[in-house]
């Protein structure tokens, strides 16, 4: 059964850990980004049966997990996206990732990220291995990090949002399947809207 993805880009989570950091006052550099993000993943994993938080995937490297798609651009800034606003749900799980990590020292996050099982795990079949979602969830399940941090992060009733479903009549006519670019199926001039 295909798992569903609680925010809708990985760019969202990144820029809500930015602003966070801003916010407070506090340097979040890339690496540091990295391991919130790897942590913010697994943690989510490990709460929520093996569902993705957001749809990254994370490689081993000689830095630990990375995400590829937050590596600096050519001119050594980080990369920034348009994004929308995250449900509050999942707010309140980044703020339980916030809390116990936003200030942790990088030393630290090293030791739960690059070090945890799952890192190590693809760590050991080579550079680029991809660490599975499946993985996170099972190492961070039995982490004894912090063993009250996935039932406070339960607490945050972060299931992923129910998808919104299509009425089928619309002012009294069916609703008709369109995609960008094609004539609408009832079109016969200009709306009338």
Known sequence: ???????????EVAEWFRERSEAEGR???????????????????AISGGNKLMPSVFVSSDRGPIEPNFLKDESGADQRADVVA?????????KGIWHHYGDAEPKRLDVV????????????????????????AEAFA?????????????????????RTAIPRFHRGKPVA???????????TGPEDD
């Open 113 to 136: 990220a690059a070090d945890s099982a799952a890192a190590r795990k693809a760590a050991a079949a080579g550079a680029n291995t991809e660490i599975s979602v499946e993985t996170m």
């Open 177 to 187: 399947r369109w995609n960008p670019g094609m004539k609408r199926p009832d079109a």
């Open 27 to 45: 340097m979040l550099d890339g690496l540091r980004l990295q391991r919130l993000l790897f942590l913010a993943q697994a943690h989510f994993a």
């Open 86 to 94: 995250i449900r509050e749900p999942i707010v309140a799980y980044l």
């Open 142 to 162: 039995d982490a004894p990090e912090n063993p009250d941090l996935l039932s406070r992060l339960r607490g945050a009733n972060v299931a992923p949002a129910a």
């Open 1 to 11: 059964m295909p798992s569903r993805i609680a925010v809708t880009s990985s760019h």
